[in-house]
């Protein structure tokens, strides 16, 4: 048997292996950028704003990378 005709055991490909991790580092930025915000609870720019939506954009960003053939 060729290499070309076996499948392999992974259920994705290297390439969405990388594209998982770029998501997930995304997420973890959003969090970690929410935690930033000295405005009391929270509520600033930063934990309201920019850090949820980097943290959607990272959500996003997995989906892609799941259904990416």
């Known amino acids: 048997m ?3 005709t076996e499948k392999s055991g992974l259920p994705f490909k290297k390439d ?3 594209h ?3 998501g997930l580092a ?3 930025l959003g969090f ?3 935690t930033l915000d ?3 609870f929270g509520f600033g720019f930063l934990g309201i704003t920019l ?3 980097i943290a959607f954009i990272g959500f996003i960003y997995e989906f892609y990378a799941i ?3």
């Open 16 to 18: 969405n292996y990388v």
């Open 32 to 34: 970690i950028i929410m």
């Open 20 to 22: 998982m991790l770029i």
């Open 2 to 4: 060729s290499n070309s």
């Open 38 to 40: 000295k405005e009391e």
């Open 26 to 28: 995304l997420i973890i």
């Open 67 to 69: 259904l990416k053939k």
């Open 51 to 53: 850090g949820p939506i």
